[in-house]
């Protein structure tokens, strides 16, 4: 008998800590799941959590404890493949459980919701489908009302508008009779109901449905929700040819739509504008939902007919590429809705046929083949035509850049030389050319003072002058000697006597220029003897030398200026 009792406080023993082991693994899943919600926590540190958490669990063989493991995965993956992934592990460890509660229709529910971000509609509907057998075999009706409105949601995008019509009202039913009303879910209710109404045409009852989801959002100050039954009154509105009402109301809620919402608020503007003659206006509309597509990728399938009225209107314009582009754009969406939206595109109504768009295009190319060959040529002449002409009006430019640069310098140098003359030759002389330099030491100073002295006079005289004068010449004038006259002209001048001499006569016959008027009449021979120069050859040299310009200029601009004045 005791050992009986030791065998058995044994077991109660074990059993106890197989439980609390148990319940450490239970307690475990709800910290991952609830550290699942955070936002601050990474998908990579979560994993390496839940991975390490499977290893115990797994262990333990605990399938439903696994299969919420890969449902927390499921739910943070950061891509559609990883999270469908995942999703088919949780689906996979909890499907044969018996009593299962939420897995693995969550595992479902979340699968369809991927798929359809995926616009996989068909395999969507598919997992919603089964969700929903879950939760009817469980009795679940707040996820068995959720699933049915995502069902619905996905029967009026494959535009199953008679199915989507009795779902979403079954929703509604089933949320009004609730002790208390989820009042947001029953607006999104009515707001889908509203849709489907006027999506299959049925705008008494869209109308009917709009008023009582405007007095709900009212009645609870939900200010988004009130604008989603403007927007589709405004679309009713079109619907019932009523276009100026339709854009009030459209405008009236724009500015409180999402992206996605605008889109189709910007379609309906567009064909009231265009309805109403306001071509233009509607065109812009238009042109935005093609922007719209050409960034997305992607566009709700009624809004196709855009594309007609683009096409249309550019080729009433005559605009091929434009047409081409248009065409290009509708076929690339058909093919976007045959491959996503193929449950639907065969109920859609279509202007053009895809074989008659495809032949239409082929001919635009054609054309515009045939109208690039013609540009080429023209373009290849007036290429060419424009090279040469370049080149000729450079060369203009470029001499004219050049003669401009010579006519500044020329100038520049003119008004130097009338400013000096205005100021006075000998002073400008004096002040230049008697600057204090090194004394030759073999000079005496007196000597020196005597000779500069005799210099002064011989300029004011204008000896300089006379034709052929030499250094001996100019010494016996002044009383020195060559050598002496020599050193003291380089020392106290700045440079050689031909040079002294030379600038000497050259201001003297600038100072004459412009201010003798007989000096303007004579020729360049005459002002080169007049200067003691020897020929006309020597005097042009100097004086260009001595101003920078040539004594052509310098006399032809000296008349210009005494005319003016």
């Known amino acids: 008998m005791k050992k009986l009792i030791i065998y058995f406080c ?25 550290k699942m919600y955070r936002k601050n926590i990474s998908f990579e540190h979560l994993k390496t959590d839940v991975e390490h958490y499977l290893i ?21 993956a950061p891509d559609a493949t990883t999270r469908i992934h995942y999703l088919d592990s949780t689906i996979f460890y909890t499907k044969d459980l018996k009593k299962i509660g939420d897995f693995p229709m969550l595992a479902y529910i979340a699968k369809g919701s991927v798929l359809f971000s995926q616009r996989d509609y068909q395999e969507a509907l598919d997992n919603y489908i089964i969700a929903e057998s879950k939760a009817k075999l469980h009795e679940n009706d707040a996820y068995k009302y959720d699933i049915k409105y995502n069902i619905a949601s996905l029967k009026r995008i494959l535009g199953n508008y008679t199915e989507a019509e009795t779902l979403f009202k079954e929703c509604i039913a089933y949320n009004e009779n609730q002790d208390k009303m989820y009042v947001v879910g029953q607006l999104h209710n009515l707001f889908q109901l509203s849709s489907v109404y006027y999506e299959s045409g049925q705008v008494a009852k869209c109308s009917a449905i709009n008023t009582k989801g405007v007095s709900l959002a009212l009645e609870h100050n939900l200010q988004k929700l009130f604008y989603f039954f403007v927007v589709n009154e405004g679309i009713n509105l079109n619907i019932k040819g009523e276009y100026q009402a339709s854009i009030d109301s459209i405008q009236k809620a724009t500015p409180h739509l999402s992206a996605q919402s605008k889109v189709v608020a910007d379609f309906y503007l567009a064909k009231s504008y265009h309805a109403l003659g306001k071509k233009e206006k509607a065109l812009h509309y238009f042109e935005r939902i093609d922007s719209v597509f050409t960034e997305a990728n992607d566009l709700w399938p009624p809004l196709r007919e855009s594309y007609e009225y683009l096409i249309k209107d550019s080729k009433t314009k005559g605009n091929l590429k434009l047409q081409l582009h248009y065409t290009n754009q509708l076929l690339k969406l058909d093919s976007i809705i045959h491959a996503d939206y193929k449950y639907l595109s065969h109920t859609m109504t279509k202007k053009y046929d895809n074989l008659e768009l495809v032949a239409n295009r082929n001919r635009l190319i054609q054309s515009l083949q045939e109208e690039k060959a013609v540009v080429e040529k023209e373009k290849s002449w007036i290429i060419q035509g424009s090279i040469y002409l370049t080149i000729l009006l450079l060369l203009v430019l470029g001499y004219y850049y050049q003669s401009r640069l010579k006519y500044k310098k020329y100038k520049k140098l003119y008004d130097e030389i009338v400013e000096k003359s205005n100021s006075s030759i000998e002073e ?17 100073d007196a000597v020196v003072q005597e000779i500069l002295a005799q210099l002064d006079t011989f300029e004011k005289a204008h000896q300089y002058l006379e034709n052929q004068i030499s250094l001996s010449d100019v010494a016996k004038i002044v009383n020195t000697n060559s050598k002496y006259l020599s050193k003291i002209i380089n020392s106290y001048k700045g440079k050689n006597f031909t040079t002294y001499i030379n600038d000497l006569r050259i201001d003297y016959l600038i100072d004459r220029i412009q201010h003798d008027p007989v000096y303007q009449k004579y020729t ?9 120069f020897s020929n006309p050859q020597a005097f042009y040299r100097v004086f260009k030398k001595r101003t920078g310009l040539k004594p052509g200029y310098f006399i032809k601009k000296v008349k210009q200026d005494q005319q003016k004045d």
């Open 10 to 34: 044994l077991f109660f023993v074990m059993i106890s800590a197989y439980g609390q082991k148990n319940d450490a693994l239970q307690n475990e899943i709800e910290m991952l799941t609830e």
């Open 56 to 76: 115990k669990v797994k262990k333990a063989q605990r399938k439903l404890l696994i299969g919420r493991a890969y449902y927390i995965l499921g739910l943070k």
């Open 428 to 444: 400008e002389i004096n002040v230049k050319d008697t600057h204090t330099l090194i004394v030759p030491v073999d000079i005496d």
């Open 524 to 532: 360049i021979n005459a002002i080169a003897t007049e200067g003691g």
